[in-house]
């Protein structure tokens, strides 16, 4: 009797472990900034929107992200890695391979997944952060809030 108890005990812990874990935010194919069943903004090829479809972000022809205001909020190379600008700090986020639906994983420094993006919108990976993070979206990884 006490090892069913047991065993139902770690069947239950291990349960709302799994429960408790916040689901990763995904771009889909069509630009859509998903957190959860939530539509939080877009991105297409010419920057980040808002839910209202309002520019937040763009690509400059120098491969900077640039917000609204014309500042300078990350950079975007062509190598699969783009930079995020957080106040005074910056990280640096890796793009992965797309899988066989075309879903790249997003991870930070530490190597936490942070965000899943379609293949098409490698290039504004730092837009759709941008707007993660505006919207107090971005998996908790020790980053500091972005000031306008």
Known sequence: MKKLIGMFALFF????????QKSIPVVDYKGHIMNG???IGSITSEGGFDQAGKSMTKVDGKGNIV???????GAAPKNGTFVYYFEDNQ???TIGKANHTGMCKVTNAKGETVMLLHNSYKQQGACAVHCLHENHCMPMDGMKAHKH
Do not use: M, R
């Not at 291990?14 to 408790?20: C, E, G, H, P, R």
């Open 91 to 93: 990280e640096k986020f």
């Open 13 to 20: 812990i291990a349960s709302l472990s799994v429960f408790a």
């Open 67 to 73: 917000d609204s205001n014309g500042k300078i909020i």
């Open 37 to 39: 069943k939530n539509q």
